[in-house]
């Protein structure tokens, strides 16, 4: 595996250390990071694209990596998801390259969950999904069961994220957090043979770190050859996504509300 990073703030820069975990890599390319001295023989500085198969960034705006990658002729992993410039998608899938969009915590980590446990389902018949966001917290809304040290918070639907969903109709909350803990869970009814059944999934942790395992495995992905060419969504693999997460490090809770029981009242 030989990966290229464009680090703009803390998150890319903890997924190259993450990243420098991943036993199958063989270069962890530094393009356009001034600044930065390599201790680890695996760390190049470049300031071409001629010794990687993938190109990553934290670049809020990342059009300008997206040329360069798509002139290199190499895949490219984004947190952003969205694109300003339009027909890049177009010129992704055209050239035969792999781009994975929303390399994050919500389209990343909590989309995957989501789309894991309802592979799992024996019949979805909802799927909710939620996470956290850096802001002032709400007063009223969804009380959303996020696992400690988070805990529940209030969320309101999500009407912007552009990641499709895990083959069932799936509802979306964003609850705004102040401090340095973010969280992502998923609901999943489902229906089996012995009736009905609720589970939750959910992590929660330093919001820095899970935005950069968030980046760290759709590098690893893609790194890997694991997408084709085109523009993707963690939502279309789920499963892969979180057993590499799983490998570099995410913690994951799994817990099954009492029947009945009423939602946990989050604190004013």
């Known amino acids: 595996m030989r990966v290229g990073f464009h680090i703009t703030g803390a998150v890319a820069d903890r997924a190259a250390r993450l990243t420098l975990g991943e036993r199958s890599l063989e270069v962890l390319a530094l393009w356009k990071t001034p600044g ?31 040329e360069a990658a798509l002139a290199a002729r190499v895949g490219c992993v984004i947190t952003a998801e969205l694109l300003t410039t339009r027909g890049l998608e177009d ?11 929303g390399a994050n915590l919500s389209a990343g980590i909590a989309a995957a969950l989501a789309g894991h446990r309802a592979g799992r389902a024996g019949e979805p018949l909802e799927i909710m999904v939620a996470w ?32 499709p969903d895990p083959g069932v109709v799936t509802r979306r909350f964003e609850a705004p957090v102040d401090g ?37 495995t759709a590098a690893a992905l893609v790194g890997r050859g694991e997408l084709p060419g085109g523009p993707h969504w963690v939502s279309e693999v789920p499963l892969a ?9 995410l913690e994951v809770a799994t817990y099954h509300p009492a029947p009945g029981a009423p939602a946990p009242e989050p604190a004013s």
């Open 180 to 216: 340095s803990w973010a969280a992502a869970m998923t609901r999943v009814a489902e229906a089996d043979i012995d009736g009905l059944r609720t589970d939750m999934l959910g992590v929660a942790d330093d919001a820095t770190h899970l935005d950069a395992i968030a980046l760290a």
């Open 132 to 163: 956290t966001r850096p802001g002032n917290p709400h007063r009223s809304g969804e009380s959303i069961p996020f696992p400690a040290p988070v805990n529940a918070r209030w969320a309101r639907p999500d009407r912007e994220s552009q990641w």
């Open 36 to 66: 930065i001295k390599p201790a680890d023989p695996r760390v190049r500085v470049l300031d071409q694209l001629d010794d990687v198969t993938v190109l990553v960034t934290d670049a809020p705006e990342p059009t300008e990596v997206l």
């Open 241 to 249: 996504f979180m057993e590499t997460a799983l490998a570099i490090g």
């Open 91 to 101: 010129e992704f899938r055209q050239a035969g390259l792999p781009l994975l969009l």
